[in-house]
């Protein structure tokens, strides 16, 4: 699969690809769909290691890292890693697809910010930011392009962490120590020194905010912003800047790391102290002032009425779709057998034939249809029902084998696990109950 463009192609059964957002260095960034959750659409990111010798110690880090995303993931600014894992010599992460704008969208090269929007900005990207840092993790790479802003509620979260693309650069000895990292993780302008050597700390992505909140003043690319003779961005003479404001930045992006703030948390204070005298910039969604940030508390949504409940299907439902169903796989035993057996007038051998014809037909045609994008048989779509797991999703074929194989306990009972279905709550079966899937109307 390694080096192959993925769209078109379906990952784990259900990870339908179907746009390549990026490539770089590191492996790709792909738009796809989750046939199994409603066709909600996710980013999948494919990392290739630079040096696939010793894997094994790459496959740990990746490990690794991925549990920090998950834990990270929790929080509604950070997107959730909903999975992730191997195949061959490349690493997939699947992630939470955020809907909305890069802030990249909302700068103009040429066009100045307002002081009191882009102080409002660093605090929004600070406060997700002191998340990051208080998990003890570098992001890495914060740049305009990482930071998304959500189109329901113009929220800020912070995306493509650049942790685990680092683990695809270093070279591992034998007892899985980093010897060597062969390419630096960030983006030119908003990487200081100590980055550029490959020795990022959290104060690093304290400078890449500091480095945004510069270009919003100035309407200026860091890139091409001139340094003085100490390494000093000479920005102060092209922006309309407060002294106050000026000096958090010019404290945000200092050269030496023992100058800085040390985390979002310090600058976050400093920026905090700044808004005490500053005026909220105005909230105008879809509008065309740059502001992303609502500082005042955003207005109450419209309450949205709750979706109808959902409606099971009882017994006598579930019991004409079952005697549909059987008539089908009867039919279809006695087809199958006329077809593919020399006929008999030896009674007990042709009962024989076709009872075991009809339970391989039945342990077929039950999982396979309730597995299907229908999920349910054709008894069940003509009474207008469905199968799901207790979340109302679509069964996998695993889960509907399970199903169909757990009926076996009902017949057991004298058919009592199956008239739970008229008892129950939620009109479950024994093997309904033991396997945590639901029969509802469609």
Not at 32 to 49: G, M, Q, S
Not at 79 to 89: K, Y
Not at 278 to 288: A, F, Y
Not at 406 to 423: E, N, Q
């Amino acid at each position: 699969m390694s080096g192959n463009n993925l769209v078109g192609q379906t990952l784990k059964g259900h990870y339908e690809i179907t746009e390549e957002l990026g490539s770089g260095t590191f492996g790709e960034t792909y738009l796809a769909i989750n046939t199994e959750k409603f066709n909600d659409p996710c980013v999948v990111k494919r990392l290739k290691p630079q040096h696939p010798s010793l894997i094994q110690w790459v496959q740990q880090k990746f490990e690794e890292e991925a549990k920090t995303l998950k834990l990270l993931g929790k929080h509604p600014q950070i997107p959730e890693l909903f999975a992730h894992f191997q195949e061959n010599q490349d690493f997939f992460l699947v992630q939470e697809y955020i809907k909305g704008d890069d802030l990249r969208t909302q700068f103009v090269s040429g066009v100045p910010w307002p002081e009191n929007i882009v102080i409002f900005l660093l605090r929004d990207i600070l406060e997700v930011l002191e998340i990051v840092h208080k998990n003890n993790v570098i992001h890495r790479d914060i740049k305009p392009e990482n930071i998304r802003i959500t189109e329901q509620d113009n929220k800020i979260v912070l995306i493509d962490f650049g942790a685990v693309k680092q683990i695809t650069t270093q070279i591992f000895n034998s007892q899985g120590q980093v010897t060597k990292t062969t390419v630096v993780i960030g983006t030119p302008g908003y990487m200081p020194m100590e980055q550029m050597k490959a020795n990022p700390m959290l104060c690093s992505d304290v400078y890449a905010v500091g480095m945004i909140g510069i270009e919003a003043l100035t309407g200026i690319f860091p890139a091409n912003i001139p340094m003085d003779s100490t390494g000093k961005p000479e920005w102060r003479n092209k922006a309309q800047v407060s002294n106050e404001f000026a000096a958090v930045l010019d404290k945000m992006v200092c050269l030496y790391t023992r100058d800085r703030y040390q985390s979002a948390s310090e600058a976050l204070e400093a920026v905090r102290k700044l808004i005490e005298s500053t005026t909220p910039p105005p909230v105008q969604p879809g509008g065309t002032t740059p502001t992303v940030i609502a500082s005042p508390p955003p207005p109450l949504p419209t309450p949205q009425p709750p979706p109808p409940p959902t409606q099971y299907a009882g017994f006598s439902t579930r019991l004409m779709a079952d005697m549909i169903d059987k008539t089908i796989l009867i039919f279809g035993s006695i087809i199958w057998d006329l077809i593919t057996q020399t006929p008999t007038n030896d009674g007990a051998e042709f009962l024989g034939r076709f009872i075991a014809t009809y339970v391989i037909l039945g342990f077929l045609y039950c999982p396979i249809m309730d597995s299907s994008k229908f999920q349910g048989t054709i008894g069940k779509k003509v009474l207008g029902i469905a199968v799901t797991d207790i979340n109302g999703n679509q069964l996998t074929f695993e889960q509907a084998t399970k199903r169909h194989s757990s009926k076996f306990l009902s017949y057991l009972t004298c058919l009592i696990g199956f008239f739970l279905a008229g008892w129950t709550g939620k009109k479950q079966a024994l093997h309904d109950k033991i396997c945590e899937t639901l029969v509802v109307r469609k």
